[in-house]
């Protein structure tokens, strides 16, 4: 569903109040202080709708503030805007520059199922789109379903060795420690977890999940936890908790679990991402953030201010300890150096480094979908940018996860521009043009 709008300032806005017409009605553009208002064709992905349902999508949760009406969404320059059922105006945090290459890069992708968050660090979501289409393998013609960015429908494959990180260093495993290994390129198998002659090779943890390498993840996560601390970690972590954006079609869940109980094969290969647990695209974002802030997770928002006033602002939770936090974000960075995603990161302009974790997992229902991930920020020494893609490829893709993720990346750390207008935006990333 799409709806043209145009806002209409002038002695109505001089009141305190605006009018929306349909575009069938509206007159020509007017000038104010110079800048030129014109007609805005706003899309769903803008956060403040109804979509669609999705098959096998859960119903999103309930929200703390009130909800946007689906047909009072505009955009005036570089702020979006959601009119409240009480009549009163919503800004949200949505950078139109990062909004619109997400939907692009949507597009581009011709997923059948696709998502993407761009956050602030300060929890301030810049970009939240999905997309969806009626053919099961994909195409040109793609439904705007923002959904697919909060609620949970997707396995969260190996961005899960995140959580299995964490635990393994909360477990005095230290990152840099030699580990034996064989095979763990696409599995894990029962001979993966004990010390073995067929162990030909030895790297540590950080390679692990640098290169995804699941033996070594599986192993590790055998020797030195239980099912019980595995699951407490995720806990710990967020994985299971409400993601609350203020508008109800939006609201939804960072991730599910259901790891095994027994301490077995099951368990390892739970460990490495194969099954067990679940995220959403915002979830995604929301990880990768707790390790870009030390630990702290932002509180996600998208309404920045109502009738012009700011929204009291949730404050960040600690959810692990910084040195557990800083060394899994230590290994992140070999993702993107070096291993699963140095394809794409490797051998760019060389003034930022990019800490991240890419994911792939192929499932059969409702249809076969091979799922890319990628979560992660940039820089890895300061975040500015925090960037979770999820693309549900058909088995004839266009685009991987990470490929998108560094795009949104660059333009976000590209040459910078002010953005903050009269003291009111100040922080907010400076974004370059397309």
Request: charged share 20%; glycine share 10%; hydrophobic share 45%.
């Amino acid at each position: 569903m799409r709806r043209s709008v145009v806002l209409l300032l002038g002695a109505v806005a001089a009141a305190g109040g605006l009018t929306l017409l349909d575009s069938n009605d509206a007159p020509p553009p007017v000038r104010i202080d110079g800048a030129a208002l014109a007609e805005t064709a706003i899309q769903t992905t803008t956060a403040a709708v109804m979509a669609p349902a999705v098959p096998g999508v859960a119903p999103a949760g309930s929200a703390k503030v009130e909800a946007a009406d689906p047909d009072g969404i505009l955009r005036d320059g570089d702020r979006y805007f959601a009119q409240l059922p009480n009549g009163k105006l919503a800004e949200l945090t949505l950078d139109p520059q990062l909004q619109e290459l997400a939907e692009s890069l949507l597009n581009q992708s011709r997923v059948p199922r696709g998502a993407i968050v761009a956050m602030a660090p300060d929890g301030r979501i810049l970009a939240l789109a999905g997309r969806r289409t009626e053919a099961t393998t994909g195409g040109k013609d793609g439904i705007s379903d923002p959904r697919l960015a909060t609620s949970v429908w997707a396995p969260s494959a190996s961005v899960f060795k995140l959580v299995t990180a964490a635990a393994l260093v909360h477990a005095g495993v230290d990152p840099e420690a030699s580990v034996c290994y064989h095979g763990g390129i696409r599995s894990v198998m029962e001979s993966n977890l004990a010390d073995s002659k067929k162990d030909n090779r030895c790297e540590n943890l950080a390679f692990g999940v640098g290169h995804s390498q699941n033996a070594i993840l599986g192993k590790l996560a055998y020797q030195k936890l239980v099912p019980q601390t595995l699951e407490a970690e995720a806990k710990a972590l967020g994985w299971s908790a409400p993601t609350i954006l203020g508008i109800p079609s939006l609201d939804g869940t960072a991730g599910e679990l259901a790891l095994p109980d027994q301490h077995d094969l099951e368990f390892a290969k739970a460990a490495a991402g194969f099954h067990g647990a679940k995220l959403s695209v915002l979830g995604g974002a929301l990880l990768a953030a707790t390790f870009a802030n030390a630990g702290q997770q932002p509180a996600p928002r998208l309404i920045a201010k109502i009738d012009g006033q700011p929204v009291p602002v949730a404050p960040g939770r600690r959810m692990i300890d910084a040195s557990a936090a800083d060394a899994v974000a230590k290994m992140m960075v070999g993702t993107c150096a070096d291993g699963s995603a140095s394809r794409s990161f490797r051998g760019g302009k060389g003034r930022y480094r990019v800490a991240g974790k890419t994911g792939t997992l192929t499932t059969d229902s409702p249809f076969y979908i091979e799922h890319s991930w990628f979560v992660g920020f940039a820089p890895a020494d300061k975040p500015q940018i925090i960037v979770s893609v999820l693309l549900g490829n058909p088995e004839d893709w266009w685009l991987r996860g990470h490929e998108a993720a560094r795009k949104l990346i660059d333009r976000a750390l590209g040459p910078q521009t002010a953005m903050s207008r009269d003291g009111d935006r100040e922080g907010t990333l400076a974004l370059a043009t397309p």
